[in-house]
């Protein structure tokens, strides 16, 4: 019988109303903790979810958790995913994990010596459509991945967030706050990131915040890139092209177009764990791909709607407890978000600078996740 570790929840804000419902799910899994610094948003979540409610301090001194997922905004990751070590748990953050390659080494080391897994999000790379789309390529049905183009565009988040500052600002960006799932997602189904380049800018140097909530009306003064096209060279010769911005009110690009020797792969969304996929023969005829019967592409939300998505965040967090198990690398181990990292920054630094970098960094691709193995790690 699995080994059921206790979860701690550092930060109390949107992104962990999803952790905490959606937790249960997975068999080795029960969160035992939820801490903020602002007390009333830890005690709002613990009332809600049914948990206890600490102060930061408290959580990390807790004996009964194991491992404590940071969410934390992105500037506070490096440090208190290293209070998570001190303390001598297990640590497994949102993205990006850190805002630098150094940051990551660092906590690499400490984990190291610490003997203590690290990992991070995203893990909608483990859905069953992108899993069904790596079975694909790695069948060798499409031939050699040679190149491709993925796209993330949208008017930006001060349309929905109530309180968009923090995506502006260094640290955030279309890049570092999107990009993970797309970098990821691709190191998954290509493979690791040899040399990047890039060109960024802004549209606007202030942003009107139109959401609802206590900022509407309010400018934001921005502070990062908000459009970035880049070209990425695989270590394994692909090419692909990279189209990210919050400054595109509409477009026709589909998210992720894999071009092989023998045919292309359309994935889906790697926002979301489910999706079409699509493929093509070497003469470009379309086929819609019958979705196969991975636990990670069913849909559990949004069911009354026409499209319905499948949710399973912590997989990535199960998967890492369970390699603790058997031994295994984890799919979302600190290795690949450490080069989804790398190929971030180094976009954004090719984009001040004009260099063509080469990555300081690479990284095994995870291991795919099959249907027994994702529905092993279910209750």
């Not at 930060?11 to 068999?27: M, Q, V």
């Not at 004996?63 to 998570?84: C, F, G, M, Q, R």
């Not at 748990?89 to 850190?98: G, I, L, Q």
């Not at 993925?150 to 500052?165: C, I």
Request: proline residues 5%.
């Amino acid at each position: 019988m699995a080994k059921t570790y206790g979860v701690g929840i550092m930060g109390a804000g949107n992104i962990s109303a999803a952790y905490l419902r959606l937790a249960p799910l997975f068999k080795n899994l029960e969160v035992r903790g939820v801490a903020d610094v602002l007390p009333g948003a830890a005690q709002k979540r613990a009332n809600e979810f049914n948990v206890k409610a600490h102060t930061p301090d408290e959580l990390l001194k807790n004996s009964e958790i194991d491992v404590i997922v940071n969410l934390t905004v992105p500037a506070a990751h490096y440090k208190v995913t290293t209070d998570i070590l001190s303390a001598g748990k297990h640590a497994y953050s949102e993205k990006p994990f850190v805002l630098s390659v150094e940051e990551g080494k660092a906590i690499k080391k400490q984990a190291t010596e610490r003997k203590l897994k690290v990992g991070s999000a995203p893990d909608t790379f483990l859905g069953g459509a992108h899993q069904q789309a790596r079975a694909i390529i790695d069948s060798g049905k499409l031939g050699k991945i040679a190149s491709g183009t993925m796209h993330v565009l949208s008017r930006g988040m001060e349309h929905w967030h109530p309180n968009p500052d923090f995506f502006f600002q260094v640290g955030g960006g279309p890049i570092l706050d999107l990009g993970p799932y797309y970098i990821t997602d691709l190191i998954s189904l290509v493979g690791p990131i040899k040399r990047v380049t890039a060109f960024t800018g802004m549209a606007r140097v202030e942003r009107e915040v139109t959401a609802e909530g206590p900022f509407k009306g309010t400018f934001i003064k921005v502070g990062t890139p908000t459009t970035i096209h880049a070209v990425l060279e695989f270590a394994n010769g692909a090419i692909i092209t990279l189209g990210a911005s919050w400054d595109v009110s509409s477009h026709g690009h589909h998210n992720i177009e894999l071009y092989g020797t023998e045919g292309t792969v359309y994935v889906p969304d790697p926002n979301f764990f489910n999706g079409d996929v699509t493929i093509t023969d070497r003469a470009g005829v379309k086929e819609v791909v019958t979705p196969w019967d991975h636990p990670f592409g069913k849909a559990n939300q949004d069911l009354d709607k026409p499209n319905p998505r499948a949710n399973y965040r912590n997989a990535g967090l199960s998967d890492m407890m369970d390699s603790l198990e058997t031994g295994k690398t984890a799919r979302c181990d600190i290795d690949v978000a450490l080069h989804a990292i790398d190929v971030m920054t180094s976009i954004l630094k090719a984009g001040e600078t004009g260099q063509v970098i080469t990555l300081s960094t690479t990284c095994e691709r995870p291991a795919a996740l099959g249907i027994d193995e994702a529905r092993a790690l279910l209750r």
